[in-house]
C-alpha cells in the first residue's frame, strides 16, 4: 500500500502569496494518478486536480499540479480569501485498493 | 447539473444497523462508478466500497468486509450503502462520490462529492 504524506501540515501565507504543498508516495505513483482535493471547513472535498497537472472543469488557472513518481506538488499562484482551506492529495488507479489520501495540509491566514 | 444528495445518517449503537442512500441526477447514473467515502474530524478522506457502472461488481475496503453492502437501484438512481454491526471506529462523515468516466479500467478520481451525512455510532 502506497502512503502519501504531505507537507507542511500548516501553511501560513497571506492574501496574494504563493502556496506550495508538497505530497511525497511511499512508492512511485503509476500513471501519474494522483488528484488534489481542497475541503472548506463543514464542506466536502472539491476536485482540483487529476492525473498530477490537469485541472478539473472550472478551477482558476491560479492552481496547478506538478510532479511525477514520488514527489507531486499543489501550487496556488497568488492565494485569494477563498483558497484558505484544507488541501488532500489522492492516489487513484487499477484497483480501488489504491484509493488512499494524504493527511492534508491546511492553509492558513497569516 | 450533477448532485448527490445522501440521506440516512444518525445515531446508533455498537451492533446496530443502519442504511445510507444517495440520490443522483444529472447524469447516467448507470453507467458511472459510485462510492462511499468516509472522513472523521481532522482526518483525510477514506474510501469505504465502491460500485461499478457497467458490471455493477462491488468492493470493500478491509475493515468493513462482511458488515457493509453497496448496492444501487438504476431505476431511481440512488446508491445504498447497508451497514451492519456497526463499531464505534465507523463513526464518520459518510459521502456519495461518481468517479470520472473511465475508459480503460482505471478506478478513477472522485469528481463529484454529495455534501455528506454523519454516521454516529455510541452507546
Known amino acids: 500500500e502506497i502512503v502519501l504524506t504531505q507537507s507542511p501540515g500548516t501553511l501560513s501565507l497571506s492574501p496574494g502569496e504563493r502556496a506550495t504543498l508538497s505530497c511525497r508516495a511511499s512508492?512511485?505513483?503509476?500513471?501519474?494518478?494522483l488528484a488534489w482535493y481542497q475541503q472548506k471547513v463543514g464542506q466536502a472535498p472539491r476536485l482540483l486536480i487529476y492525473?498530477?497537472?490537469t485541472r478539473a472543469t472550472g478551477i482558476p488557472d491560479r492552481f496547478s499540479g506538478s510532479g511525477s513518481g514520488t514527489d507531486f506538488t499543489l501550487t496556488i499562484s497568488r492565494l485569494e480569501p477563498e483558497d484558505f482551506a484544507v488541501y488532500y492529495c489522492?492516489?487513484?488507479?487499477?484497483?480501488?485498493?489504491?484509493?488512499?489520501f494524504g493527511q492534508g495540509t491546511k492553509l492558513e491566514i497569516k | 447539473e450533477v448532485q448527490l444528495l445522501e440521506s440516512g445518517g444518525g445515531l446508533v449503537q455498537p451492533g446496530g444497523s443502519l442504511r445510507l442512500s444517495c440520490a443522483a441526477s444529472g447524469f447516467p447514473f448507470s453507467i458511472y462508478t459510485m462510492n462511499w467515502v468516509r472522513q472523521t474530524p481532522g482526518r483525510g478522506p477514506e474510501w469505504v466500497s465502491g460500485i461499478i457502472g457497467v458490471t455493477g461488481s462491488t468492493h470493500y475496503t478491509e475493515s468493513v468486509k462482511g458488515r457493509f453492502t453497496i448496492s444501487r437501484d438504476t431505476s431511481k438512481n440512488t446508491l445504498f450503502l447497508q451497514m451492519n454491526s456497526l463499531r464505534d471506529e465507523d463513526t464518520a462523515v459518510y459521502y456519495c462520490?461518481?468517479?470520472?468516466?473511465?475508459?480503460?479500467?482505471?478506478?478513477?478520481?472522485?469528481?463529484?462529492w454529495g455534501r455528506g451525512v454523519l454516521v454516529t455510532v455510541s452507546s
Open positions: 462520490t461518481r468517479d470520472a468516466i473511465s475508459n480503460n479500467g482505471i478506478w478513477e478520481y472522485f469528481e463529484y
Open positions: 512508492q512511485s505513483v503509476s500513471g501519474n494518478y
Open positions: 492525473g498530477a497537472s
Open positions: 489522492q492516489q487513484y488507479g487499477t484497483s480501488p485498493e489504491m484509493y488512499t
